[in-house]
Structure formats: structure tokens, C-alpha cells
């Protein structure tokens, strides 16, 4: 089982397009964190703009909103989750050499900021793609289906 948290992300077309990741490479669910956008507003209505960039998979993933994104790790890893942070850190790995377990949680985190200190240290390993331009970083929806890619060996 697979699944995906997405933290503090401020970009609804990143969200969309996360989903989208998520749906093709078969991720079981998403848990939206923080400030993230969800696929409905908060009447209840489906967000247009979000639903633009997912096309669709906003209703085939599900997803749960939850404000404590610590509470929610410590759960997931009660149940046999292995926290996988997708993040730039002096204490990451290449995404290459990631080994996952049959219960695994993705993290990505703002576009600008990433993921806090506070969650990387409760993470089991944080995953870096290596760059090799004059950018020091992806756009995080981009970043996500690489790692999610090559992680998952799809």
C-alpha cells in the first residue's frame, strides 16, 4: 500500500497535477496537510480549478484532509508505514538507492520552503533527486512523479 502527503502545498494546479501522479502511479490515497487545497471548497463544492489540472482523478483517488501532519506520521507508522520524504537535506539519499516496504508514505512539501526540520526528523528516509543544471530544484509536482517513478519501479 502506497500513499501520499501532501504538505503545505499553496499551488491548486500542483495539487491537481499531484493527483494525477498519484492516480497513474497507483497511489491508494492521499492525505492533504497544513494549508493544501483540497479537491472541494469548504461548502462542499468541487474547485474548479483544481479539478482542471487533475482531470478527473480528484474522484478516483481518495484523499482525507488533516491539519497535524506530526499526528498523522505517527499514526501511519503505528499501522506499518514507512515515512518516505521526497526533499533537498544534508541528511538525504539519492532517490536511486530508496528501498521500500509493502506500507509505504511519500511526503512533498511547499513549493519554496519544503518540508520542515520537525517533519524530516520523523521521516524513516528522505529521498533527493540530484540535479545537475544551474536550478537547484524541480517544481514539486514534477519532483513527485520522478521519485514516485522510479521508487515504485514503474
Same mark, same amino acid.
Given at each position: 500500500?502506497?500513499?501520499?502527503?501532501?504538505?503545505?502545498?499553496?499551488?491548486?494546479s500542483n495539487?491537481?497535477?499531484?493527483?494525477?501522479?498519484?492516480?497513474?502511479?497507483?497511489?491508494?490515497?492521499?492525505?492533504?496537510?497544513?494549508?493544501?487545497?483540497?479537491?472541494? +471548497?469548504?461548502?462542499?463544492? &468541487?474547485? =474548479?480549478?483544481?479539478?482542471?489540472?487533475?482531470? $478527473? @482523478? !480528484?474522484?478516483?483517488?481518495?484523499?482525507?484532509?488533516?491539519?497535524?501532519?506530526?499526528?498523522?506520521i505517527?499514526?501511519l507508522?503505528?499501522?506499518?508505514?514507512?515515512?518516505?520524504?521526497?526533499?533537498?537535506?544534508?541528511?538525504?539519499? +539519492?532517490?536511486k538507492?530508496? &528501498?521500500? =516496504?509493502?506500507?509505504?508514505?511519500?511526503?512533498? $512539501? @511547499? !513549493?519554496?520552503?519544503?518540508?520542515?526540520?520537525?517533519v524530516?526528523?520523523?521521516?524513516?528516509?528522505?529521498?533527493?533527486?540530484?540535479?545537475?543544471?544551474?536550478?537547484?530544484?524541480?517544481?514539486?509536482?514534477?519532483?513527485?512523479?520522478?521519485?514516485?517513478?522510479?521508487?515504485?519501479?514503474?
Amino acid at each position: 500500500m502506497n500513499i501520499l502527503i501532501l504538505h503545505n502545498i499553496r499551488s491548486v494546479s500542483n495539487v491537481g497535477a499531484m493527483f494525477r501522479t498519484a492516480d497513474a502511479a497507483g497511489i491508494n490515497k492521499i492525505y492533504l496537510t497544513g494549508y493544501t487545497p483540497a479537491p472541494l +471548497d469548504r461548502f462542499g463544492r &468541487k474547485r =474548479k480549478d483544481l479539478a482542471k489540472s487533475a482531470l $478527473g @482523478a !480528484e474522484e478516483f483517488v481518495p484523499w482525507e484532509q488533516r491539519k497535524n501532519i506530526i499526528s498523522l506520521i505517527s499514526n501511519l507508522k503505528t499501522l506499518g508505514f514507512k515515512i518516505v520524504a521526497i526533499e533537498q537535506d544534508e541528511n538525504s539519499v +539519492d532517490y536511486k538507492d530508496v &528501498k521500500i =516496504k509493502s506500507k509505504n508514505a511519500f511526503i512533498v $512539501g @511547499a !513549493e519554496v520552503t519544503g518540508i520542515p526540520k520537525s517533519v524530516l526528523q520523523k521521516c524513516d528516509i528522505i529521498a533527493e533527486i540530484p540535479m545537475r543544471g544551474k536550478k537547484e530544484s524541480l517544481n514539486v509536482s514534477v519532483a513527485l512523479g520522478v521519485a514516485l517513478f522510479r521508487i515504485l519501479n514503474i
